[in-house]
T-cell receptor, first 117, second 114 residues
Framework: DTGVSQDPRHKITKRGQNVTFRCDPISEHNRLYWYRQTLGQGPEFLTYFQNEAQLEKSRLLSDRFSAERPKGSFSTLEIQRTEQGDSAMYLC???????????????FGPGTRLTVL | AQSVTQLDSHVSVSEGTPVLLRCNYSSSYSPSLFWYVQHPNKGLQLLLKYTSAATLVKGINGFEAEFKKSETSFHLTKPSAHMSDAAEYFCVVTFTSGTYKYIFGTGTRLKVLA
């Protein structure tokens, strides 16, 4: 399968614990995005990588959140000292290089559902 | 600033009747617009995209959307609903430069009645 994959699909943790999620984008895609989707809402942008460089972070991404893409391939999203409010679906998407003035279709993974008890 | 408003959080239709899911956007320049569908426990799937080539866009599974600049709308339609269409639908606007990040609407849950 050559789509975007995410691991794990589900994570249950206790408040205060650290969690890490992984995203493997489509191999030729240099752009990688993380979004968060809470119940009943649309996904919200968290952060964006172009190759290994993290070029934009949303204000939603507090200091407890960190994302990396060390070799410009897979990416990890870590949440430290989890809180119940972090419970959500975390979505990863990837895309080809954008051309100014053109659209940029993103391909989404299945998501990691986080439950913080 | 870019934004998207989905006017209905829930829509119910009978099987075989038309579907209309409404979306209005706000953009300071010509946007790119998408509709995605999300079935329970499944990932987001692209239905169709508007990229300024044609105002009437045809997508998968019989869905269409029409870009109306004067009304800043991009409503999704389908002539005849099928039970398998029951899902959450998201209208998306994106920048055409920079990060190209997506701005999602809050979603419309479509229910199809037998």
């Amino acid at each position: 399968d050559t789509g975007v994959s995410q691991d794990p699909r589900h994570k249950i943790t206790k408040r205060g614990q650290n969690v890490t999620f992984r995203c493997d984008p489509i191999s030729e895609h240099n752009r990688l995005y993380w979004y968060r989707q809470t119940l009943g809402q649309g996904p919200e942008f968290l952060t964006y990588f172009q190759n290994e460089a993290q070029l934009e972070k949303s204000r939603l991404l507090s200091d407890r959140f960190s994302a990396e893409r060390p070799k410009g391939s897979f990416s990890t999203l870590e949440i430290q000292r989890t809180e119940q409010g972090d419970s959500a679906m975390y979505l990863c998407a990837s895309s080809l290089p954008g051309q100014s003035g053109s659209y940029n279709e993103q391909f989404f993974g299945p998501g990691t559902r986080l439950t913080v008890l | 600033a870019q934004s998207v408003t989905q006017l209905d959080s829930h829509v119910s239709v009978s099987e075989g009747t038309p579907v209309l899911l409404r979306c209005n956007y706000s953009s300071s320049y010509s946007p790119s617009l998408f509709w995605y569908v999300q079935h329970p426990n499944k990932g987001l799937q692209l239905l169709l995209k508007y990229t300024s080539a044609a105002t009437l866009v045809k997508g998968i599974n019989g869905f269409e959307a029409e870009f109306k600049k004067s009304e800043t709308s991009f409503h999704l339609t389908k002539p005849s609903a099928h039970m398998s269409d029951a899902a959450e639908y998201f209208c998306v606007v994106t920048f055409t430069s920079g990060t190209y990040k997506y701005i999602f609407g809050t979603g419309t849950r479509l229910k199809v009645l037998a």
